[in-house]
């Protein structure tokens, strides 16, 4: 029976986005009867998805949180001085073959002095999965170098952009030969695009997803709306979790948003189709990411986007063929983008079904399956179509 350890470096936010790449694998090699081990934190360890998990058999292990302080040079600063190599122990007593280890940010292992040095004395086989790959400050010295030979010494490395792929080569001036791109599940899919429920006489313009003003860029957003709302008429339509509301009204009162601005809550997988159901056009305005599951539910959904070049989006979007690309991710770019994106407020439709016809095109029809065929060619000669 395979021994699978599963770590997440997701430490400080409940069960997300980066969590769903290893929920869904680590289920599929239970259904194999794989002996599983989870390496998660005390939050992601509350969703429902690790319980069950757990009910069926995998062994969990709660991970300590990382310090808040910001900045990857005031952790290493601190000496790496957290976890207290508990989870090493832990891994050592559970002898796994295979690890698969998930990083919120691509320098995720910089962090983690003691599973790397673990690694290092440990000849097994390891898949490293990144979600984000922000660009961060250089680093150099004894930490740094560590880090590159564990990235090039990895049997995988996964990651879910180009962009990502190449921020982290260009970074750390390495070159990724055991590096693939891959997708991430989505959790729901449609066989045809969602007919629109209604069109609302002015423009409404919709996002979904996690509300964090800084990360998913709303600061662009609505300082852009509110630049130019005298303008053209709309409506803004925010569906999730907030996660920094004083800012977030704070922005919406400076910009004179207020009757222009609507907040909805989080909806369960089964149910946010309603939500797309109801959008026009979807805004992904963010500063960074790896490649967002809410671009590829809104093309599946026969939505058009308009999102900042950053992550995933030029790998699926074509500008002004299936969706409104901004030039860059800032308050100008994307102020002008908005304003071109309500003049051709006619073309949707049209750019909504293209965007489901380049879905259909690129996407991977089993995300799932295929990481589990990437993890069974490391642990028993599996060989990949």
Known sequence: MPRIAFISSVLNFPWGGPDKRWTRLAESCQKDGDDIFL????????????????????????????SSCRGLKNHLSRQLRWNRNVLEN??????????FITFGGSYDGLLEHYLLSW??????????????SPEPEVFKGRET????????NADSVLFLSQENQAIVEAQMEIKLPNARIIQNPLWFHLDEPLAPTCIPPIPRLDYIGRISVYHKGLDFLLNAAGSIIDRTPFTIHLTGKVETAEELDALIQSNGLEDHVHIHDPLPPDQVQEAYAKAEIILLTSRTEGCASTMLEAMMCGRTILATPVGGAPDWLTDEEN?????????????????????????????????RIAF??????????????????????????
């Open 90 to 99: 832990q891994l050592s007593a559970f002898q796994p073959d295979t690890i």
């Open 119 to 132: 690694l290092e004395k440990h000849p097994i086989k390891y898949i490293i999965s990144c979600s984000l």
């Open 145 to 152: 170098e560590r880090f590159k030979r564990f990235m090039r």
């Open 39 to 66: 390496a998660v934190s005390s939050l992601t360890a509350e969703s429902s998805h690790v319980s069950a998990l757990v009910s069926n058999g995998a062994r969990l292990y709660e991970r300590e949180q990382l």
């Open 360 to 385: 259909d095109q690129k996407r991977d029809p089993d995300p799932a399956d295929t990481l589990l065929k990437i993890l069974k060619n490391e642990t028993s000669g599996y060989n990949l179509p």
């Open 323 to 355: 969706a409104f690309l901004c030039q860059s991710a800032d308050t100008a770019s994307v102020t002008s983008t908005l304003i071109k994106a309500l003049d051709q407020r006619s073309k949707w439709p049209e750019m909504g079904r293209q965007a």
